[in-house]
Structure formats: C-alpha cells, structure tokens
C-alpha cells in the first residue's frame, strides 16, 4: 500500500469554464507539487523543475487494486448556485526518461458526494472517496504520478478551491 497526503499546506486547484479540472497537481509522501501542470486531452507535462520529486518509479509490473482518498476544504467557500463540486484523485503514467505524464482513466477516484453550491460550505468540510477492484496495470519502471484535481458540474466560469488530499493505493 502506497500512503499520499499533500502535507501541512492545501492543493490550490482550478476549473476551466466549463467546470472541467484545468490543472493537476501531483501529490507525494506529505507535500505537493507547488505549481499545477495544464492537463490537455488527458496528458500533462511535468513543468521544468516542479514536480519530478513527487513522481516515482516502480521496481515490478503493478496493478492497481483500490485507491481510497479523503478530502477537507482548507477554508470556508460558496460555489455558484447549482455547481456540485467534486474533488479527485487519479494515477498518470510516463516512460522512466519523459515529463509527459498520460492519465489512468480507471484509477479516477471521485468524491461520493459533492460539495453543493448555492450555500456556505464550512472550512474542513469533509469528503471521501472510494475505488475497487480497479486492475489497472502498471508497466515495471514507469514513472507514477499521484494527482488531485477537482471538477464542478452544473458551475459557471473558472473556480479555485484550496482542498487537503490524502489516501492510499492498493497495489498488486
């Protein structure tokens, strides 16, 4: 089992117009990536110089069983009228010498239940969110990024949430 957390600072992350995550930010062993990486057509490109120390290599062909994630607004907010927004995790994988990370569309690992706009949603409110049985496999010595991202469905215009990401992966 493989432990993330984004540490003692919150993940900054945002919505495009359409409400569809713009950005990722990669998640490590009790800190995070500081800047997001543009996520285009489910691929990122890890920006030079942050980053690669979150991204890791795996010694063996894994697969990807069950990933669990909770997730805490860092401060008090009110989405848009009608948005529910729902934060994420999912695992991205690049050959050992490339930034180009792909996304493991298996591994998206959502919110049950959103944060609903239109109200005030208390700082530290909480979230969590469960994936099983996901059998993804993983190439002996790719590079593994853990992501969090965050999605608004039924919002209008760009959104950023400042939101704490931790869980754990489930290897074979």
């Known amino acids: 089992m493989i432990p993330f957390s984004v540490g003692n600072t919150t993940a900054a992350l945002s919505t495009g117009a359409g409400g569809i ?16 990486c543009p996520l285009i057509n489910e691929r990122f490109t890890l920006i030079a110089g942050k980053g690669n120390q979150h991204a890791f290599v795996i010694p063996y062909t894994a697969k990807v069983k069950r990933i669990s994630v ?14 529910r927004i729902y934060p994420y995790v999912f695992l991205a994988t690049a050959p050992l010498e490339s930034d180009t990370f ?11 239940s959103p944060w609903v706009g239109g109200s005030a949603i208390p700082e530290g409110a909480s979230l969590s969110g469960f994936n099983a049985d996901i059998d993804a496999v993983i190439p002996k010595n790719s590079r593994v990024a853990i992501c969090c991202a965050v999605e608004s469905v039924g919002g209008h215009g760009e959104q950023s949430y400042s939101i704490y990401y931790s869980g754990g992966i489930l290897f074979a």
């Open 102 to 112: 792909t996304v493991i569309k298996a591994t998206e690992t959502f919110a049950g």
């Open 70 to 83: 909770h997730f805490a607004n860092a401060a008090a907010f009110s989405a848009p009228e009608g948005a």
């Open 21 to 36: 995550a713009s950005d990722v930010l990669l998640v490590g062993f009790g800190s995070h990536s500081k800047a997001g």
